[in-house]
């Protein structure tokens, strides 16, 4: 009996994607982009949809992150074994790759909720004997290599995926492609509903599009150009041989490069932006498509801190299903709320001084900021102004980073960098702690251990964000840039505060660092600070709505229902 056996009786959606981050045992994201997967197919299994999803097994993970004194951040390869938790598939399938055939096996890791839904996630793995070595790494390193190993995986995740659905036995009523990682498995579905015609005059006609879109549904999750992923056309012929035909191609995903995002889009007839203003930024970079915006969410039970799913459950019983429970918030009584946040903030502080020797205490005000290190997100604003920074936060404000630079982003690099020598420097004023190696358990011990999550991405390059809606569902407040989710959930002064303009009122020369900072530095000391030491009362009132306003909402049960009635069921 097959291991799916309860799993092929009814047509599925299938999730692709290039990352899913379940739990930090199974190493295969890098971040926000697979942590929202994760929680997608967590949320899917909760409210018992049919649906599968596909992604690499990535053998060695992204990588686990160690930084030296110097601040200079060191990768290592990280050990796991799959056969600990997962199952092997005793099916197998075949991609060719430059000519070569190459084997697919696949993992079988079941998600399943307590509800009862049960999600199967198929990891693709060309680890096989018969391989070439070249091949045989093709899913051991996540977003690392070259632009030629980058489209082989997708060869991988996208032809070899729906090959593997349909050899282990799944129907597929539709594709959904997390991002355009996975759009050639729109090629593979082209060739399924190739028309058979003699003697065809134009090679257009056989290739039929239509049957192809009402497959398939796709999220773009990059605001900017240089973001989507691009092939040159010499790599693609290399790679595929005569698979497709480049004039084809060619009409489907650019005449200058294979761009996965304009193929995804092509062969997609239902399209989305992950937050509104991300909607809007794709509509105006791809105009002429009809692109839709389903803001994200995350998994709410996975992102609350243990002392806040106690008030919960004894206040809201079944807010973990229902995030819509979260509107009776007030029914919780103060004193609860902040001592549930005290617990887990004492949690984050005792874990702080243990890794850090910083001697933080759970008095002072606490900022968290972590999340890919990568120029765009400026974990450094901050410290724009150190002078002005330790006159208004000396002894009284203590700040906690934590996260990865890809390998490859020196700029990202230098952040961590520079962050690290500012230790020494605000020694005796301000407290501050690099944590390594920023993983799911971190972000929960961070997004709820905290006051204060701190975002200051460059406007309007965050698409969504999720690590703020973490932070809310534990009562922990944004202070952040307009931009992606924030503009949804931003209410000035009653669920969080701003920084820098509304984006209405942008001006996009103008010095948006000074801007953006002069904001962070006056909100802290004219609003934050003295809210947080002199109004303790209206600060939980605070912590309250980050919870029923924030949380109640940007939660990927929310997010799921709206894909399923929008997208999925059309
Ligand atoms: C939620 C999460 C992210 C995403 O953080 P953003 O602030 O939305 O970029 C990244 N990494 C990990 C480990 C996370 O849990």
């Not at 999730?15 to 697979?34: A, C, V």
Request: contains cysteine.
């Amino acid at each position: 009996m097959s291991i799916l056996e309860n799993h092929i009786h009814e047509p599925k959606i299938a999730y692709f994607s290039m990352e899913i981050g379940l739990r930090d045992e199974i190493p295969t994201f890098s971040g926000g982009l697979g942590v929202l997967a994760g929680d997608t197919v967590k949320s899917a299994a909760d409210l018992n949809l049919p649906f599968v999803a596909v992604t690499l097994i990535s053998h060695k993970g992204y990588f686990r992150q160690e930084i030296d004194d110097s601040g200079q951040q060191r990768e290592y390869p990280v050990d796991w074994d799959p056969s600990k938790l997962m199952k092997p598939a005793s099916e197998q399938v075949s991609v060719t790759i430059e000519g070569r055939v190459v084997i697919v096996k696949a993992w079988i890791y079941f998600v399943e909720s307590p509800r009862g839904g049960s999600i199967p996630v198929i990891y693709l793995d060309t680890n096989h004997d018969k391989n070439s070595d070249e091949d045989k790494i093709l899913t051991d390193q996540l977003y690392g290599g070259d632009a030629s190993y980058r489209i082989k995986q997708e060869v991988v995740l996208g032809i070899g995926g729906v090959r593997m659905l349909k050899k282990l036995g799944f129907l597929i009523k539709k594709y959904h492609m997390n991002e355009g990682h996975a759009a050639f498995l729109t090629l593979e579905l082209l060739h399924k509903f190739k028309k058979d015609i003699e003697n065809v005059w134009d090679e257009e006609h056989i290739w039929d599009i239509e049957p192809v879109k009402d497959l398939c549904v796709f999220t773009t999750h990059t605001p900017v150009e240089a973001g989507h992923d691009k092939f040159t056309y010499e790599l693609f012929n290399k790679v595929f041989g005569n698979f497709f035909p480049e004039n084809i191609m060619k009409k489907l995903a650019g005449e200058k490069n294979v761009n996965m995002t304009l193929l995804g889009f092509n062969l997609s007839n239902f399209v989305n932006g992950v937050a509104k203003k991300h909607g809007e930024v794709s509509k105006s970079m791809f105009p002429g498509y009809q692109i839709n915006a389903i803001t994200n969410g995350v998994h709410s039970y996975t992102w609350t801190s243990e002392s806040m799913k106690k008030i919960f459950d004894k206040y809201l019983p079944g807010w973990a299903n229902e995030p819509e429970i979260f509107v009776r918030i007030g029914a919780i009584p103060d004193d609860e709320i902040w001592n549930a946040h005290l617990e887990s903030k004492k949690k984050l502080i005792e874990y702080v001084n243990t890794v850090s020797n910083t001697d933080m205490d759970t008095d002072t005000l606490t900022i968290g900021f972590a999340r890919r290190a990568t120029a765009y997100k400026r974990a450094d604003l901050l410290f724009t102004d150190l002078e002005r920074l330790e006159r208004i936060g000396s002894g009284r404000i203590q700040v906690i980073y934590a996260g990865k630079a890809h390998p490859k982003d020196d700029e990202g690099k230098k952040l961590i960098k520079n962050i690290y020598s500012l230790r020494e420097k605000l020694k005796g004023k301000i407290k501050l702690s690099f944590i390594e190696n920023y993983n799911m358990e971190i972000a929960l011990k961070l997004v709820s251990g905290v006051d204060i999550w701190l975002n200051t991405p460059l406007r309007p390059l965050e698409a969504s964000g999720t690590s703020g809606m973490k932070a809310a569902h534990n009562g922990v407040m944004n202070f952040s840039v307009l931009d992606g989710w924030w503009i949804e959930g931003h209410i000035e002064g009653f669920t969080g505060w701003a920084i820098g303009p509304a984006p209405t009122e942008l001006e996009p020369d103008k010095n948006m660092n000074k801007i953006d900072a002069d904001d962070l530095y006056h909100k802290l000391e004219t609003r934050i600070i003295p809210t947080y030491y002199d109004d303790r009362k209206c600060w939980i009132r605070m912590m309250q709505n980050a919870i029923g306003k924030n949380a109640y909402y940007f939660n990927t049960h929310r997010m799921m229902r709206r894909y399923v009635t929008e997208a999925y069921i059309r």
